[in-house]
């Protein structure tokens, strides 16, 4: 009997059918051991050592890895062939070696990047060692990560607040964001116009710009006011007299080639383009996909590894698409020779595939009785990207008209039409703020020739304004990190989770805003760590990284040369920089109340503009960043403040609107704008207050005590007034998912008291 390993439980399942009695296949869940979680579990001082220990939750796996281990002859190690997967293996066998559980038996790697039949039983077959470049590679970064959490993290919560923050490759992404508000804010709008004509040919009417006026080619800013713009279109309207001359018809045809097939980055971006999909819920489903679901013959996995920055499909694969292709639609839809791509990444893993199914064969509509929703969505782009990949170009017919309205006044006339769709009857990729009309919507003019004249129906002056950069949406931003060299595929999830996470950035309108703690953060960050989050550093170290893992550098020089300035950083502003040098913006503002001077201030409720020679001057206004000015607060009429008899206002925070007492900072009493709904269920903490409905700050139900912040009891279900049986705790709460319906379930985690809504009075089962 052999024994496999692998991270989780519905991959060993797929796999353990391909392999047959003679194996064993169990799973990991994920990492076993990770670094120690205080200080010092990496030591600068000899040699970088790192202190592991096991992760407490997978304790109970590894001893089963171990029971299984004693009745198996070899060990087969098949975790994901990334450096992760890799560093799983790695601390999974050291783990077992340091408890003498190995013994004398063969230990193999075994990667593969689909989870087919076939390609888990080829792998099992070609063992290899563990790649100790690959290991030594995921300890760096791991080491890296560490290094400057645990020491801007400390220096983030003295200096700003606590609780705060900073990561080696979440520092820069938050930089991206915080800078394009910036520019966003800078934004200065201009005002220009456009002269448009609507004309008639042949009873077909079609619109044409203005591109020359008196023999001048105009320019954008040509025309910036309406008094200008009426003027030409009189002048127009008296030189055409009705008819427009065609001066020139230009016709061309190009061709449009299909994009490549799917790598981690951009099926993040257009999963989130096309499907709404964020970039964990795309990692999630396609984790799923890729580790196996039971089509009717049991499980098989329906795409290769997704975490990949390769653009490669092996040879059989475009085989089997090139069939597919020639048997769906005809070999006119087939190029001569496979197409293959080229990845922008120059540290691209090359040894893996791009992301397709691993049959095409499996068709999205066969598929959809065994899939879910959003598994049948994922897997359907996936599978459209990678047929049309290989099909042949679509030609587009272009043709450009100009017709003179009077001597040296030129309109231009485009339109288009799709002669051949080619890849386009498949797929089509999206984009990102695409600005004017889509050039692939078919746009027909009249057919049109030198000399004509066509019927001028009336020329329109139109209003225009310049906009500012769009704020970056999962996609751009995604692509973005990927543009920079910030983090790598696997990372791009995590990274935009974090950020959201630790309320660095919130997401309005499908688009990313720093927070105000977020912009603070970046500041002191910029100022006074620039070179750890300078993109080109970031990228260099993401650089090394692939370098060590491909053997070409050593890891420890890496850590060396990384650390000694940054700590020399971090001790130089400890010691010399101010709270308030962090949290304090100086503006070019008197205060009107003692003629001291204004900043902008970081507050508990977000930033504010406030006194510097506070606490001996009070004065503060709220901070309007779209305006630059104060906006009055709204007195909340017949209310004072409980606490010290003050007009109550209704202010903004940086979660919305709330009450709170005018004379802040002096009295900080605050209360929500809308008055939660009462349960009537008695706090079992307190016995004072009653548990009252509320909503957290992204929005998801809660019910804690109306007296909070004295009390600060919580739970996230619906309260009920009843006792626990088993416990006596006070309260029970209703628990409702899918798997078990409606429960009562105690909210004391140790007792484990559950039981169904329809039987609650009868016999009771664990947690």
């Known amino acids: 009997m052999n024994l496999v390993i692998v991270e989780s439980p519905a991959k060993a399942k797929t796999i353990k059918k391909y392999l047959g009695p003679d194996f064993d296949v169990v799973a990991s869940y994920g990492h076993v051991r990770d670094l120690v979680p205080k200080e010092g579990a990496v030591d600068p001082e000899h040699g970088f050592a790192m202190k592991y220990q096991v992760i407490e939750r997978n304790e109970k796996h590894v001893q089963t890895i171990a029971k299984k281990l004693k009745g198996a002859d070899a060990l087969y190690l098949a975790t994901d062939p990334d450096r992760e997967g890799e560093a799983i293996s790695w601390h999974l066998f050291e783990l077992l070696k340091g408890r003498r559980q190995l013994g004398e038996r063969a230990v193999h790697r075994v990667v593969f990047n689909e989870i087919t039949k076939r390609a888990v039983q080829e792998a099992v077959a070609n063992p290899r060692e563990l790649s100790l470049d690959m290991v030594n590679a995921q300890q760096a970064r791991r080491a890296l990560d560490y290094l400057v959490g645990f020491n801007l993290s400390p220096l983030l919560w003295k200096k700003i607040r606590r609780g705060l923050s900073a990561g080696r490759v979440q520092s820069p992404a938050l930089r991206l964001i915080c800078e394009r508000e910036a520019e966003i804010e800078r934004f200065e709008r201009q005002e220009y116009w456009t002269i448009e004509a609507d004309a008639d040919k042949d009873a077909k009417r079609f619109v044409a710009k203005l591109i020359q006026l008196e023999g001048v080619k105009l320019e954008q800013f040509s025309i910036t006011d309406g008094e200008r713009a009426e003027a030409v279109r009189q002048q127009l309207e008296q030189a055409a007299a009705g008819t427009l001359v065609v001066e020139s018809v230009k016709r061309k045809q190009r061709k449009r080639h299909p994009a490549p097939p799917f790598t981690t980055s951009t099926l993040q971006q257009e999963a989130a383009r096309k499907l709404g999909f964020t970039a964990q819920r795309t990692m999630r489903v396609a984790q799923q996909l890729y580790e196996g679901v039971d089509v009717g013959a049991g499980a098989v996995g329906l795409i290769t590894y997704m975490r990949t920055d390769s653009v490669n499909l092996a040879q059989e694969a475009l085989e089997e698409i090139r069939q597919c292709v020639a048997d769906r639609y005809g070999a006119n839809h087939l190029p001569p020779q496979p197409r293959f791509f080229k990845t922008k990444s120059k540290n691209a893993q090359e040894a893996h595939e791009a992301v ?131 983090g790598r595929p696997s990372t791009y999830a995590t990274i935009i989770s974090t950020l959201q996470d630790r309320e660095y950035v919130v997401l309005d309108k499908k688009r990313f805003l720093p927070t105000d703690v977020g912009r603070v953060v970046n500041r002191f960050l910029t100022e006074y760590f620039t070179s750890y989050v300078d993109y080109d550093f970031t990228a260099r170290l993401e650089d090394d990284l692939d370098a060590i893992s491909r053997g070409e550098v050593d890891w420890i020089p890496l850590l060396e040369r990384f650390w000694q300035p940054f700590k020399e950083q971090v001790d130089h502003t400890q010691a010399n920089v101010k709270r308030s040098d962090v949290t304090q913006e100086r503006i070019d503002e008197v205060c009107p109340k003692c003629g001291g001077q204004l900043s902008i201030r970081l507050g508990r409720n977000g930033r504010f503009i406030g006194c510097t020679n506070y606490p001996d001057c009070d004065y503060t206004r709220d901070l309007n960043p779209d305006q630059g000015e104060a906006e009055a607060p709204e007195v909340v009429e017949g209310r004072s403040c409980p606490e010290c008899g003050s007009p109550l206002e209704i202010k903004r925070g940086r979660y919305g609107k709330f009450i709170g007492c005018s004379a802040y900072p002096k009295c900080r009493h605050i209360e929500p704008l809308e008055k939660p709904e009462d349960t009537g269920v008695p706090c079992p903490k307190c016995g004072k207050g009653t548990l009252q409905k509320k909503k957290s700050r992204r929005g998801k139900v809660f019910y804690s005590c109306s007296t909070y912040p004295k009390c600060d009891y919580a739970v996230w279900d619906q309260p009920l007034d009843e006792p626990c049986p088993r416990c006596g705790w006070p309260v029970l709460t209703l628990k409702v998912t899918k798997t078990k319906g409606a429960s009562k379930v105690c909210p004391q985690k140790e007792c484990g008291y559950r039981a169904p809504v329809e039987q609650s009075g009868g016999e009771d089962e664990g947690g």
């Open 356 to 486: 397709r199914p691993t049959s095409v064969l499996r068709d999205p509509a066969s598929l959809k009785p065994y899939l879910n929703q959003e598994q049948q969505r994922l897997y359907e782009l996936i599978w459209k990207r990678t047929l049309a990949c290989q099909m042949a170009h679509a030609l587009i017919n272009q043709v450009a008209v100009d017709l003179s309205a009077g001597d040296g006044n030129l309109f231009r006339a485009t339109g288009s039409m799709v002669a051949e769709p080619g890849f386009m009857r498949v797929y089509l990729e999206g984009r990102d703020d695409a600005k004017g009309g889509d050039d692939d919507e078919e746009r027909m003019l009249p057919e049109m020739n030198e000399g004509d004249h066509v019927t001028l129906l009336g020329i329109r002056p139109e209003q225009h304004f310049t906009e500012p950069p769009p704020r970056y949406t999962e996609a751009s931003l995604v692509k973005a990190l990927e543009e920079f060299g910030i």
